[in-house]
């Protein structure tokens, strides 16, 4: 292999159709480097590529092309603070997801004792982030999925944070009642031409019939009997389900019904509180 520096390496893979910021956490993982370490790179531009670190930067940047995450490709994802540890039986945990995790919060006096569920979790983002930011809380993660749950439970482990795992389909499973239930469900409908472009991703996560909103109907109808008096629901959902989200939790009964945006100012998430 002919010699190539840092610059002309990262240069390449942008002509071949990567965008700046994944050429260069490609560029740093393969190097052996922090994600946070984009500066390394600027200050070493003109470093040589090692043959074989050449060799393996090619095999992933062809998987990159191909479509994978770079959290699959790489083998971690930051959320909220956490390295979590992912791949392909899970969700590749989005930032959308952290304005789900800040309204828990918001829910979550520090210091409180509050029993918290997070339905469908994945990889275990939202259960460990809160568990993180809440230790005196007792959270609860489901999924349906064995090998989800084997995801999550080995990142909980690996971040000694004490959540539960149960395996259920939602609520089916779950025993007592909880003063918060969150989730990010599957949301995008069968069919949405979004999903060409999520081709790597477990498809159970992401899609939930005609309307993409057949998890969230039975999530909002299964969660008054799981919830103390007074407990709230707060759900992730698509750019465009905010106002149909908003009528399900008002027709189950559910009060302040609100919703929240993301970073990018989408209504993301929404979420209602049960009578006291
Ligand atoms: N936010 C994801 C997407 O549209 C979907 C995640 C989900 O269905 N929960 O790419």
Redesign the pocket.
């Known amino acids: 292999m002919t010699a190539v520096t840092v610059a002309q390496s990262l240069q390449r893979a942008q002509t071949l159709g990567l965008a700046r910021i994944d050429a260069q956490l490609l560029h740093l993982h393969v190097l052996g480097r922090e994600p946070h370490d984009r500066a390394w790179l600027l200050a070493h531009d003109r470093d040589e590529l090692p043959a074989e670190v050449q060799a393996t930067l090619e095999a992933l940047l062809q998987r990159r092309l191909a479509g994978e995450p770079i959290a699959y490709i790489t083998g971690f994802k930051e959320f909220f603070g956490l390295r979590l540890q992912v791949d392909a039986r899970v969700?590749d945990p989005?930032p959308?997801t952290e304005t789900l995790v800040e309204w828990a919060l918001d829910l979550l006096p520090k210091g409180c004792t509050h029993r918290v569920l997070d339905l469908g979790t994945g990889s275990g983002a939202v259960a460990l982030a809160l568990q993180h930011q809440r230790p005196s809380c007792s959270v609860t993660a489901v999924d349906a999925s064995a090998n989800a749950l084997a995801v999550a439970s080995a990142n909980a482990q690996r971040l000694a944070l004490p959540v539960r795992f149960v395996q259920s389909d939602w609520m089916a499973a779950v025993p007592g009642l909880f003063e918060l239930i969150v989730s990010?469900?599957?949301?995008?409908a069968d069919g949405d031409p979004?999903l060409t472009a999520?081709t790597h991703e477990p498809l159970q996560?992401?899609t939930s019939g005609a309307d993409g909103l057949d998890d969230i109907r039975s999530i909002v109808a299964q969660a008054p009997s799981h919830l103390a008096p007074g407990g709230w629901l707060l759900l992730?959902h698509?750019w465009d389900q905010a106002h149909a989200v908003q009528d399900l939790l008002r027709s189950s009964g559910f009060e302040a019904v609100q919703s929240r945006q993301d970073l990018a100012g989408t209504a993301r998430c929404t979420g209602g509180r049960l009578p006291g």
Request: charged content about 20%; aromatic content about 8%.
């Open positions: 969700l989005r959308d990010n469900p599957p949301y995008v979004h999520l996560a992401l992730e698509g």
